[in-house]
């Protein structure tokens, strides 16, 4: 049985963030549902040779090393970019750098957050690229929080907590078994 590993990565450069927090939450839940370890990177965490690289092999040894436990990873916690076009770039060129073939079958976990009346456009902006990215490769689960689901840079609303245990539960449940995950 393989060492179980669940990593969140967030699209946003800005810290504190709500996805941030958002992914956070999520990555913790898996953990606690599955005994996996856990960790969470932000973009800027890729360090001064990302933005640059044009493969894998380009990264710093810190980079590279951020980029193996993503692919390595069991379950994959992915908070959109925001609205800001760098950013969203930088979130699509660091996808652009990995081989798709390496995240097939991995359960993903896509997690955004934005103001409450803005529903469909943060779904539209944030989620949409990212379900074309790995709707060819697995069956992502989307989750999303308003602005109004956080107090004080913290979730609160107790139907977004259920909603992400639901959406964890259905990420273990496409684990493969030889992973050793609880169902």
């Given at each position: 049985?393989?060492?179980?590993l669940?990593?969140g990565l967030s699209?946003?450069?800005?810290?504190?963030?709500k996805?941030k927090a958002f992914?956070?939450?999520?990555?913790a839940e898996v953990a606690s549902s599955t005994g996996?370890?856990?960790?969470?990177f932000d973009?800027?965490?890729?360090?001064q040779?990302?933005?640059?690289a044009?493969?894998i092999g380009d990264l710093?040894p810190?980079a590279?090393n951020?980029?193996e436990?993503?692919?390595?990873?069991?379950?994959?916690?992915v908070?959109?970019?925001?609205f800001k076009?760098?950013y969203?770039?930088?979130?699509k060129?660091?996808?652009?750098?990995?081989?798709?073939?390496?995240?097939r079958?991995?359960p993903?976990i896509?997690?955004?957050?934005?103001g409450?009346?803005?529903h469909s456009l943060?779904?539209?902006?944030?989620?949409r690229p990212?379900?074309?990215f790995?709707?060819?490769?697995?069956?992502?689960?989307?989750?999303?929080a308003?602005d109004?689901?956080?107090?004080?840079?913290?979730?609160v609303?107790e139907?977004?907590h259920a909603?992400?245990?639901?959406a964890v539960?259905?990420?273990?449940?496409?684990?493969p078994?030889?992973v050793?995950?609880?169902?």
């Amino acid at each position: 049985m393989s060492k179980k590993l669940v990593v969140g990565l967030s699209g946003n450069l800005t810290r504190p963030s709500k996805t941030k927090a958002f992914i956070s939450h999520i990555v913790a839940e898996v953990a606690s549902s599955t005994g996996a370890a856990s960790t969470v990177f932000d973009l800027e965490d890729l360090g001064q040779s990302f933005p640059l690289a044009k493969r894998i092999g380009d990264l710093d040894p810190l980079a590279r090393n951020i980029v193996e436990r993503l692919l390595g990873a069991d379950i994959l916690v992915v908070g959109s970019p925001t609205f800001k076009g760098s950013y969203t770039g930088l979130f699509k060129h660091f996808f652009d750098l990995l081989d798709p073939s390496s995240l097939r079958g991995k359960p993903v976990i896509l997690a955004a957050t934005g103001g409450g009346d803005r529903h469909s456009l943060v779904v539209e902006h944030q989620l949409r690229p990212l379900f074309g990215f790995f709707e060819a490769l697995t069956l992502p689960t989307a989750i999303y929080a308003s602005d109004k689901d956080f107090a004080n840079g913290v979730l609160v609303s107790e139907a977004i907590h259920a909603r992400a245990r639901q959406a964890v539960a259905e990420a273990c449940r496409a684990v493969p078994r030889s992973v050793g995950l609880a169902a």
